[in-house]
Structure formats: structure tokens, C-alpha cells
């Protein structure tokens, strides 16, 4: 009985070190080739880094500035016309003043993001730091 035992375990040893193999060797190659390549974004999170650029925790939680951000924010996920981009980048209002900060497609899209916030009530200047992917 004992013998019999000791046997089933070790075909179900056996068989789950032989399965868990690829899954290991799989997650080394993927961890490899990240470390290998350059993420598109890496420039941009070492410069965001040093807290001298807004990001989105530098929201005020004021009234005012919460009903800015969330009123272009309607406004830009509502126009289609705008790339994926466009529609997810950074809005941050810090009493009045908007920061737009993140990749867009165009420059044409860029201003259309501007524009959107300038017609914004409340805003009082708008800092427009969007990245143009084309020229």
C-alpha cells in the first residue's frame, strides 16, 4: 500500500514539475525581452519622476477646479473625431489654470484639445504640454 502510495506521488511530482516547465521558461523569455527593449513611455515616467511636471495627483480637490476637469473631459471623450490618444490625455486643473499633458496624433488635435478647454467656464489659462506623435 505504502509502495503504491509513493508511487502516485511521484507520477504527480513528476507531472507538474514536467507541465510548470514551459510556464517558467514562457515568463523568463517575456521578462527578457522587456528588459531587452525600451518601452515607448520610458522618457516620459524618468521625466515625471522628479515632480517638476503636473500629473493627474496634482488635481485640486476643489469644487471649481473638479467641475473644470470633468466638464472637458465630457467634452473630449464625446468627439469621435479625436483619437484614442487625444481622449486620454491628462487634464489637471489647478485653480483655473488646465494643464494638458500627454501623446496626441496631431498637432491639429493638440489645439482642438486646447480650444476645448480655453471655451471651458472657469478656466483662466490653459498650459498646453501635448505631444505630438506626427508632424
Given at each position: 500500500m505504502?509502495?503504491?502510495?509513493?508511487?502516485?506521488?511521484?507520477?504527480?511530482?513528476?507531472?507538474?514539475?514536467?507541465?510548470?516547465?514551459?510556464?517558467?521558461?514562457?515568463?523568463?523569455?517575456?521578462?527578457?525581452?522587456?528588459?531587452?527593449?525600451?518601452?515607448?513611455?520610458?522618457?516620459?515616467?524618468?521625466?515625471?519622476?522628479?515632480?517638476?511636471?503636473?500629473?493627474?495627483?496634482?488635481?485640486?480637490?476643489?469644487?471649481?477646479?473638479?467641475?473644470?476637469?470633468?466638464?472637458?473631459?465630457?467634452?473630449?471623450?464625446?468627439?469621435?473625431?479625436?483619437?484614442?490618444?487625444?481622449?486620454?490625455?491628462?487634464?489637471?486643473?489647478?485653480?483655473?489654470?488646465?494643464?494638458?499633458r500627454?501623446?496626441?496624433?496631431?498637432?491639429?488635435?493638440?489645439?482642438?484639445?486646447?480650444?476645448?478647454?480655453?471655451?471651458?467656464?472657469?478656466?483662466?489659462?490653459?498650459?498646453?504640454?501635448?505631444?505630438?506623435?506626427?508632424?
Open positions: 505504502f509502495k503504491r502510495i509513493s508511487l502516485v506521488m511521484f507520477t504527480l511530482t513528476s507531472s507538474l514539475l514536467i507541465i510548470s516547465s514551459p510556464i517558467h521558461a514562457e515568463q523568463n523569455t517575456i521578462m527578457q525581452l522587456a528588459a531587452d527593449s525600451a518601452l515607448e513611455n520610458t522618457q516620459r515616467n524618468v521625466r515625471d519622476k522628479d515632480n517638476t511636471t503636473l500629473t493627474p495627483e496634482d488635481q485640486k480637490e476643489t469644487k471649481k477646479d473638479r467641475k473644470i476637469t470633468a466638464h472637458i473631459r465630457q467634452k473630449v471623450v464625446r468627439d469621435k473625431s479625436l483619437s484614442v490618444n487625444a481622449q486620454n490625455a491628462k487634464i489637471i486643473s489647478r485653480n483655473g489654470v488646465v494643464t494638458l500627454g501623446p496626441v496624433e496631431t498637432a491639429a488635435e493638440s489645439t482642438k484639445l486646447q480650444k476645448i478647454a480655453e471655451k471651458t467656464r472657469g478656466v483662466v489659462k490653459v498650459d498646453n504640454q501635448l505631444e505630438n506623435k506626427a508632424p
